[in-house]
């Protein structure tokens, strides 16, 4: 499977490149999905009336051509991940595509030497079978 890289963060909804213990690699992606009620535009987060700025903290997703509304994790449970990755375990190289689900995992924090439970997208490494967790971003 071939997957093609962004040229642009404008034609995204997510992002991420990240290292993974040692020699894991993991830089993983989600295209913005057409309107699902007039499919001409791409759905993205609504604007600012007055400073044309995208609210980065909406709740919801909004069709530029027809208005159409949707919540933000209705419609990002309905797209695809794309991933290239260096998995940790065995430094298998590949790219795979997953649905984008959020999934709550029990990692182990080193700073507070506790096992917690976050957010993250999970995906399987296809050599393997190890379980790639891209936890969300805590500051």
Not at 33 to 56: N, Q
Not at 66 to 87: D, F, I, N, R
Request: hydrophobic share 25%.
């Amino acid at each position: 499977m071939i997957i093609k890289e962004p040229e642009s963060m404008d034609e995204l909804v997510y992002f991420t490149q990240r290292e993974l213990g040692e020699k894991g690699f993991a830089k993983v992606w989600v295209y913005r999905g057409d309107c699902p009620k007039c499919g001409k535009a791409k759905m993205g987060k609504p604007r600012d009336p007055k400073t044309g700025k995208v609210k980065v903290r909406a709740k919801e997703y909004v069709c530029p051509e027809c208005g159409y509304t949707v919540p933000k994790e209705e419609y990002e449970e309905t797209l695809t991940a794309q991933a290239k990755y260096t998995c940790p375990k065995c430094g298998h190289k590949g790219e795979i595509e997953f649905p984008f689900k959020r999934k709550k995992v029990r990692i182990f924090d080193p700073e507070t030497q506790k096992k917690k439970s976050v957010d993250a997208i999970q995906f399987k490494c296809e050599k393997c079978g190890e379980k790639i967790n891209i936890t969300k971003k805590m500051a």
